[in-house]
């Protein structure tokens, strides 16, 4: 977690990064792609690993980089700046793919940096607010207010959702 992640947590009692459960919070991992901050649940993560070489798969979308061998399993790796519509940029020391694991599927997603894990109370997200057609606004839950930032909770469901579709929108055409 960088210093600054800390010192923004510490300064708002609302988020925080200990160890307590509770029903009336939601654990997130934080991680931004170009200028906004974005979070997932941390019981979707099952790990964040440094940039790895990717291989590509013909035919797949724009947004799919290609597959990943993550220790006997083959992972599709999703570019979320690609998947929304975010300008492309060259990985970097800070680029990370964050693992996650929903409905019985490994995805791996590529993001700009990992910022840190934190507990936010369910009282201050509020749903996701209605926007216009954008790529990634069928796939935002929630916003977390905090007092300085935004954090914006995605569906990881609805992600997963959308690559499988897209898998048999391939399958068929072949």
Do not use: C, H
Not at 15 to 27: F, I, K, L, M, P
């Amino acid at each position: 977690m960088t210093d600054t992640a800390t010192e923004a947590t510490s300064a708002n009692p609302t988020a925080t990064t200990n160890d307590d459960a509770s029903g009336d919070q939601v654990q997130l991992v934080s991680f931004w792609v170009g200028t906004e901050e974005f979070a997932v649940e941390i019981l979707a993560v099952r790990e964040i690993n440094r940039m790895l070489d990717v291989t590509r798969v013909p035919e797949a979308p724009a947004y799919v980089e290609g597959v990943i061998n993550l220790r006997g399993l083959i992972v599709p790796v999703v570019d979320l700046r690609k998947r929304f519509g975010v300008e492309a940029t060259e990985a970097n020391a800070d680029t990370r793919i964050v693992v996650v694991e929903v409905k019985e599927r490994m995805i791996g997603f590529i993001v700009d940096r990992v910022n840190e894990v934190l507990r936010l109370d369910r009282s201050i997200v509020d749903p996701a607010p209605d926007l216009a057609k954008s790529p990634m606004s069928q796939f935002i839950s929630g916003v977390g207010k905090l007092e300085d930032r935004l954090i914006i909770l995605l569906d990881v469901g609805l992600l997963v959702d959308d690559l499988a579709l897209d898998e048999q929108a391939l399958k068929a055409a072949a």
